[in-house]
């Protein structure tokens, strides 16, 4: 059982594209945009942990084992004490935005999902944001480089296929059952 909890944590987090961490006083921000991506369930919105959720050890007697806290990173601390959220990309591959069946995909399947800003500090829904060419993505508000979010997006959204794994049966539904537009249309 233990094997099979893991195994599903494991699954769980590979498909997540995005973390964002809010400050651990601004409790409200965090219920606010976890309903902004409550539909988008590989957005994960959490509280800072950094320093009040480490673990307890079981015998008192032995030293603290760790030196320092493997989770502080001083780029993020400056935003966080500012009361700022912070986003953390969780994607490791490459997508080809030059492609342009992978446009089309963005155009017309992900354009109602949603693309936090860190510096501004605001969500956009893909079809707001301007194309500076074919393979940037710059925020609407204050021009920073979206891109690295958005490429995240796509290595986890249900439209966008593994590589290697393409099909032609298309993802779209029609009606209430699993109904292919293929099958509807023959």
């Known amino acids: 059982m233990q094997g099979d909890a893991n195994s599903e944590t494991a699954r769980g987090r590979a498909k997540q594209s995005l973390v964002i961490i809010v400050p651990r006083a601004k409790l409200d921000l965090c219920r606010s945009l976890s309903h902004a991506f ?13 320093f009040k959720d480490r673990r307890a050890r079981g015998d008192v007697n032995g030293p ?5 806290d493997r989770r502080r990173r001083a780029d993020m601390d400056g935003e966080l004490q500012a009361g700022r959220w912070i986003v953390v990309p969780c994607g490791s591959g490459h997508i080809d935005l030059l492609n342009a069946t992978n446009q089309a995909i963005l155009f017309l399947c992900c354009s109602h999902h949603v693309v936090p800003c860190q510096k501004c500090q605001n969500t956009y829904q893909f079809r707001w944001i301007p194309r500076a060419g074919p393979d940037v993505f710059p925020c609407p508000l204050c021009g920073n480089d979206l891109t690295p979010t958005v490429v995240a997006h796509a290595q986890v959204c249900r439209y966008w ?3 290697g794994t393409e099909t032609t ?18």
Not at 64 to 68: I, V
Request: net charge positive; charged share 35%.
């Open 169 to 186: 049966e298309s993802p779209i539904t029609v009606g209430a059952h699993d109904t292919s537009i293929r099958a509807a249309t023959a």
């Open 161 to 163: 296929a593994p590589p």
């Open 38 to 50: 409550g539909d988008e369930a590989h957005v994960r919105v959490i509280p800072d942990r950094r």
């Open 64 to 68: 603290e084992r760790r030196r320092g």
